[in-house]
């Protein structure tokens, strides 16, 4: 069985991994990929973007599955185009991606079905947003519709600081026209869960819950990241908060997705918040989410690519997914300066004992030798009985991995480890 693995970074090189465990897998191409990825994949030049050159691909190459993990191909209908050509995949279609790739219609489609969310507007003239501003409860968070490579999304604790938000996305376009039109939300509080789901349309089935660490520095200070690590499985995520979101936010959302004719078949990610008036959701993805893929994965006891399959094909009820008891914790190593400005091209080490606990992100081969090409470099996953002892693993393996200019946080799961304590 020929597969091809859609993406380049972190994420991608975890479901790989997994896939290459299932015994029919005789090879995997990854488009784009990276360098650390060559020993398990043939990489393919291309671009995520590009959906009609992958389908092509997929049909010239005989390729029998293809697993469809970033956002905006997914958004710009990848899926469809493979379709097309009756080539299966992994991930929701164009019309079912919009749940992320447009944050009005997520929104809206909270506030139709009555799934909890933070009280917000939408705006699509700047002046008018402004004015609301005047008068709108600070904090408050200020979202650009489209994809922004999760970037599109602001906290103002101030009138000011909102104001300049709204300017910097819809005027000087600094998402360029994921800005066209924002959501102006209710700023809420409380800790933060994300949880990955399997689904079918017909079947959901949660993930293990996780805890990612969004700011570059100790102490959730500095810039906002795609993630610096992740721990798993969330503290703060009791069994009966699982039951409260299965039956308020999980099931209603499939359902809800159904009745507008936009079935959701692939990864379904629900960003949460445990207010204190119960959980709500933050944002959808319309994928498997990174840094989190890489915690969540390395405790799925079932095989992968079948539950992958199962959803395809709709018969996600027919398999009996478990995953492990074990914790996780994984720690993203970055290079220094990330995610502003910070340089590249340094040869990464890697000691062959812990390579299978290694997920590259940002890394190219030049003269047979792997460097670092990116602002996340690596992600380094230690799966232990207890959290503690996974935070230490991970660390661990982190002081045996070297290049220069590497940087990463100190205190992935130091949260987590708190929270147990405090329960």
Same mark, same amino acid.
């Given at each position: 069985m020929k597969v091809l693995v859609v993406g380049g970074g972190?994420?991608?090189?975890?479901?790989?991994?997994?896939?290459?465990?299932?015994?029919?897998?005789?090879?995997?191409?990854?488009?784009?990929?990276?360098?650390?990825?060559?020993?398990?994949?043939?990489?393919?030049e291309g671009n995520v973007k590009d959906v009609d050159f992958i389908a092509c691909f997929a049909e010239e190459n005989n390729i029998d599955y293809v697993i469809v993990a970033p956002d905006d191909p997914l958004a710009l209908g990848c899926v469809d185009a493979l379709n097309k050509k009756g080539i299966?995949?992994?991930?929701?279609?164009?019309?079912?991606?919009?749940?992320?790739?447009?944050?009005?219609?997520?929104?809206?489609? #909270?506030? +139709?079905?009555? $799934? *909890? !969310?933070?009280?917000?507007?939408?705006?699509?003239?700047?002046?008018?947003?402004?004015?609301?501003?005047?008068?709108?409860?600070i904090p408050t968070v200020i979202k650009a519709d489209g994809l922004a490579l999760g970037k599109g999304v602001i906290i103002a604790d101030t009138r000011e600081k909102a104001k300049d938000a709204v300017i910097s996305i819809m005027c000087d376009k600094a998402f360029g026209k994921s800005g066209d039109r924002i959501v102006i939300e209710e700023f809420l509080t409380g800790p933060e869960v994300s949880v990955l789901s399997f689904t079918d349309g017909?079947?959901?089935?949660?993930?293990?819950?996780?805890?990612?660490?969004?700011?570059?520095?100790?102490?959730?200070?500095g810039l906002n990241t795609g993630g610096m690590g992740t721990v798993a499985p969330n503290p703060y995520y009791t069994s009966e908060?699982?039951?409260?979101? #299965?039956? +308020?936010?999980? $099931? *209603? !959302?499939?359902?809800?997705?159904?009745?507008?004719?936009?079935?959701?078949?692939?990864?379904?990610?629900?960003?949460?918040?445990?207010?204190?008036?119960?959980?709500?959701?933050?944002?959808?993805?319309?994928?498997?989410?990174?840094?989190?893929?890489?915690?969540?994965?390395?405790l799925l006891k079932t095989d992968l690519l079948s539950v992958m399959m199962a959803v395809t094909n709709e018969t996600l009820s027919d398999i009996n997914?478990?995953?492990?008891?074990?914790?996780?914790?994984?720690?993203?190593?970055?290079?220094?300066?990330?995610?502003?400005?910070?340089?590249?091209?340094?040869?990464?080490?890697?000691?062959?004992?812990?390579?299978?606990?290694?997920?590259?992100?940002?890394?190219?081969?030049?003269?047979?030798?792997?460097?670092?090409?990116?602002?996340?470099?690596l992600g380094v996953t230690a799966v232990k009985d207890s959290l503690e002892e996974a935070v230490r693993a991970s660390y661990e393996m982190v002081n045996k991995i070297s290049f220069a200019n590497a940087y990463y946080r100190k205190d992935i799961g130091q949260r987590a480890l708190k929270a147990k304590e405090a329960n």
């Open positions: 972190g994420r991608e090189h975890a479901i790989i991994k997994k896939i290459k465990l299932n015994s029919s897998v005789e090879q995997i191409f990854a488009l784009p990929g990276n360098g650390g990825m060559a020993k398990e994949a043939t990489l393919v299966p995949a992994f991930g929701p279609d164009s019309k079912a991606a919009v749940i992320e790739s447009s944050k009005v219609f997520s929104k809206n489609l #909270m506030k +139709k079905y009555g $799934i *909890p !969310t933070a009280s917000y507007e939408v705006f699509d003239n700047s002046e008018k947003a402004l004015e609301y501003i005047e008068t709108a409860p017909k079947t959901i089935i949660p993930m293990v819950s996780s805890m990612d660490h969004k700011r570059a520095l100790d102490g959730d200070t908060i699982a039951d409260e979101c #299965m039956g +308020k936010i999980f $099931i *209603p !959302t499939m359902k809800a997705m159904n009745a507008e004719g936009r079935t959701f078949k692939g990864c379904l990610y629900f960003g949460l918040m445990l207010t204190k008036d119960g959980p709500k959701v933050i944002e959808y993805n319309c994928r498997f989410g990174d840094p989190e893929t890489q915690v969540v994965l390395p997914i478990e995953f492990s008891d074990s914790c996780a914790c994984c720690v993203i190593m970055a290079s220094n300066g990330y995610p502003a400005k910070y340089d590249k091209g340094f040869e990464i080490t890697i000691p062959d004992e812990i390579i299978d606990n290694v997920y590259v992100a940002g890394a190219k081969i030049s003269d047979g030798k792997l460097l670092s090409n990116g602002g996340r470099v």
